[in-house]
């Protein structure tokens, strides 16, 4: 009889995809998978630590499966993930009850650390730092037809406010031969895109003893037939190359869209986040690229009340997002995280001066949002179909090249094509569309 896995997955694509091969591993060790916890034998946390509040949430989410451990003694229950990384002795002190903890080094051990739980009842901890991770990890993918496929894990850059460097490591580039192959198993599977994931793709290569860098990378990949679309995240702005831009020009399965995370428009702040680069060269880098690519979708981070963010500083970040007019931001009150370099500055500014600041660059991004979107009404675009709409039933909903989400009318049939819709409505968060005949 099969056993249940329940697992909840939190933060970024990285994560996403750790967490198909955790639940490919368990389908291979004859588990299957529920989106029920109440009825798992085994439930694993695969955790995020960006911001205290996701920390928190995790927590809160351990204190709901402690119910259910009490109600069944046999459930076990896995943390992993970069929680997990950083802070396993936290994770043990406010959840004594947690059977295992996994790091992001150690989750593909997976199977063989469950059963010695079950068969041993002792508790496992192990987060020691591996130099690699296998290859040829079997996954249980969320999407049919859109998939992710890391390049590299790790980041050298040390921002004073994140602690990626300490939770995934250093900087890491897999095999470009590993890479193909993987994406050449999934064109054979019948996908469509693949999504390139690294914390800096833009650096791949470092340490490989044949040295191929990201745009060379870029174009073996576009060269495999069936794949259709090739994108990426996330790109540092210090480490965008004219050949780079260039070849997302020239390749045609690579999209026309870039994410490239500014965090904010104050010198002085970047600075002390020790980002690399000052406004005048983000600006001037944005400048160049839309002028290489003119269709190019740009989307961004944004921190807000960073410490020592004075209200000019943070009038210099609303300016340069008027100036730029980005297609989407993900936007975050500075966290104090920990172990980082910016948690010990002592001009730490007060929650609601953060939320306040934040609620105000929301509203302007809403209406620049509005704004371009607005602008697209009348034009055709080429939509991956991903499947039926999230509000609606009997639509459908895909993505542009430029990674705008419109919304269909169409049969279920085209689930996974590719398909050209004129945009005839829009709002701040989908485009409306029909198909062309």
């Known amino acids: 009889m099969f056993k249940k896995a ?23 060790d004859h588990y299957q998978l529920t989106s029920k916890p109440e009825e798992a034998d085994l439930i694993i946390l695969n955790t995020c ?37 950083r802070r396993p002795e936290e994770v043990l002190q406010q959840a004594p009850y947690v059977d295992f903890i996994l790091g992001t080094f150690n989750f593909y051990r997976l199977p063989l650390v469950v059963r010695r739980v079950r068969e041993s009842g002792e508790r496992i901890v192990d987060v020691e730092e591996r130099e690699t991770i296998p290859e040829k990890l079997p996954k249980l993918r969320k999407n049919r037809f859109s998939a992710y496929v890391p390049i590299m894990r790790g980041c050298d850059n040390f921002c004073t406010y994140c602690n990626v460097p300490y939770v995934r490591g250093r900087e890491r580039s897999r095999l470009p031969e590993d890479i193909l192959r993987e994406v050449e198993e999934l064109s054979c599977q019948g996908y469509k895109e693949v999504t390139l994931l690294g914390q800096n793709v833009n650096s791949y290569g470092k340490g490989l003893e044949n040295r191929l860098d990201f745009a060379d990378l870029l174009t073996r990949i576009n ?23 260039q070849r997302m020009r020239d390749l045609d399965k690579v999209c026309e869209h870039l994410h490239l995370p500014v965090q ?60 730029v007019e980005f297609d989407g931001a993900f936007t975050f009150c500075y966290s104090r995280i920990k ?69 269909f009318k169409g049969s279920p049939d085209l689930v996974g094509k590719l398909v050209q819709v004129k945009i005839v409505d829009s709002s701040q968060w989908a485009l409306r ?5």
Do not use: W
């Open 6 to 28: 329940y697992i909840k997955t939190y933060g970024c694509q990285m994560n996403e995809y750790d967490s198909e091969v955790m639940a490919g591993l368990l389908t291979k």
């Open 49 to 85: 630590y960006v911001r205290e509040k996701v920390k928190q949430k995790i927590y809160s989410k351990l204190g709901e499966i402690k119910k259910l451990k009490e109600k069944n003694p046999h459930l076990i229950l896995g943390v992993c993930g970069c929680v997990a990384q």
């Open 223 to 245: 060269c495999i037939e069936g794949i259709e679309r090739i994108r990426f995240t996330t790109s540092h702005p210090k480490d965008i190359t004219d050949k780079l831009i």
């Open 264 to 323: 904010a428009g104050s010198n002085k702040v970047l600075k002390r986040m020790r980002r690399g680069y000052t406004k005048e060269r983000y600006l001037e880098l944005v400048d160049k690229i839309r002028k290489t690519i003119p269709q190019i979708s740009l989307t961004t981070d944004i921190i807000v009340g960073f410490p020592g963010e004075s209200e000019q500083d943070f009038q210099e970040t609303l300016d340069l997002v008027r100036k």
């Open 339 to 407: 172990g980082t370099e910016a948690a010990e500055f002592e001009d730490q500014l007060p929650e609601e001066v953060k939320k306040e600041r934040l609620r105000r660059l929301i509203q302007l991004q809403r209406e620049i949002l509005e704004k371009r979107n607005k602008s697209l009404v009348g034009q055709k675009f080429e939509v991956l179909v991903e499947g039926l709409s999230k509000k609606s039933s009997d639509e459908l909903q895909g993505r542009t090249r430029t990674n705008k989400v419109v919304v």
């Open 433 to 437: 569309g029909e198909i062309c005949g």
